[in-house]
């Protein structure tokens, strides 16, 4: 019996992670000033789209609703990222002025350490960010 054990073994999946230092020097060669990025930890976990797309499915969004100043872009922000902390996942806030207004998003590094963004707010999904400016926080915890 022992023979056949090795064949249901289902295989772990090993994760693609980046060190502080060379997240720190991806973002800032995007451009994001280096007194903004604000990194705790040592080493993060890149995610796939599938990752970040099944956490979001998983995630209970009860703060759903817009109330400006009250529950705007940094309660989202804080909430969704609060949400995918726990195992180091390279996930987090980043704060600019986008498209001339300020605002908060939330940023992620995928396998290939590409940068992605995701606006928080209600409807969620990913955004493709063209005009950034005056970058203030890049945080991952």
Known sequence: MAFFSGWFKKKQ??????????????LFGLGYP???????????????????DRKLMMIDMKYKVFRKN???CDNF???LAAAFSGRGW???????????????????????????FIEPQPPVRRL???SIRNVTLVKMC
Do not use: S
């Open 13 to 26: 999946r090993e994760f693609v992670t980046i060190k502080k230092g060379e997240l720190t020097r991806l």
């Open 34 to 52: 280096f007194h903004a990025i604000k990194l705790a930890d040592t080493e993060y976990t890149c995610m796939t789209k599938k990752d970040v």
């Open 128 to 130: 493709f960010l063209h």
């Open 90 to 116: 390279a996930f987090g806030e980043f704060w600019a002025t986008i498209d001339g207004e300020p605002h908060a998003v939330n940023i992620w590094i995928d396998e290939q350490k590409n940068v992605h």
């Open 70 to 72: 009250k529950n705007d």
């Open 77 to 79: 922000v804080l909430k």
